[in-house]
């Protein structure tokens, strides 16, 4: 991961375009046999991480969601934790990991493909004040929403790039 900073609007939007071209690009490259073998984290192929990458990615226009309810103000609690919170964000990954058990790999990049232009409308779409709101993610990313965005839509599916390409 890099040092924690929150990049502005534009620097924002620029990252998450070139990261999601260079995720698209690099997958496409790989041979689909490569991404069937191999070990990582959590003992998942590439393929798995891809299935990952792609499951996850729908998740980030929602952080703008959890940023505006903080601006807003907490809401009343029906008493029922959300499943994430109950099952860990291990137990949320490796259920979405396994409802695309059998997406092809096809599949699997344009479910991200389609999901990060959703990311990159939210963000055109939030403004700067919405951007400054700290907040945590799921995943235990804390900062301002535009350094989270960073942290978990850039330098996350960076790190799992890295892993699907592999040594």
């Known amino acids: 991961m890099t040092e924690p900073f929150a990049p502005s609007k534009t620097e924002l939007l620029e990252l998450l375009r070139r990261t999601g071209d260079e995720f698209v690009a690099a997958v496409h490259a790989q041979p689909a046999n490569s991404l069937l073998s191999g070990r990582y984290e959590h003992g998942w192929t590439a393929r798995q991480i891809l299935a990952h990458v792609a499951a996850i990615e729908w998740t980030y226009p929602r952080l703008i969601d959890i940023a505006r309810d903080a601006v807003a103000g907490p809401k009343p609690a029906d008493g029922k934790p959300n499943r994430e919170i109950r099952d860990g964000i291990d137990g949320y990954n490796a ?14 990049v344009n479910e991200f493909a389609a999901n990060r232009a959703q990311t990159i409308a939210a963000i ?40 699907i390409l592999g040594p």
């Open 124 to 163: 055109e779409a939030a403004d700067d004040g919405l951007l400054a709101t700290p907040l945590t993610s799921s995943g235990g990313r804390s900062g301002p929403l535009a350094q989270v965005f960073r942290e978990v839509a850039v330098d996350h599916v960076r790190a799992h790039l890295a892993d």
């Open 95 to 108: 259920r979405q990991v396994e409802k695309r058990a059998n997406a092809s790999i096809d599949d699997l």
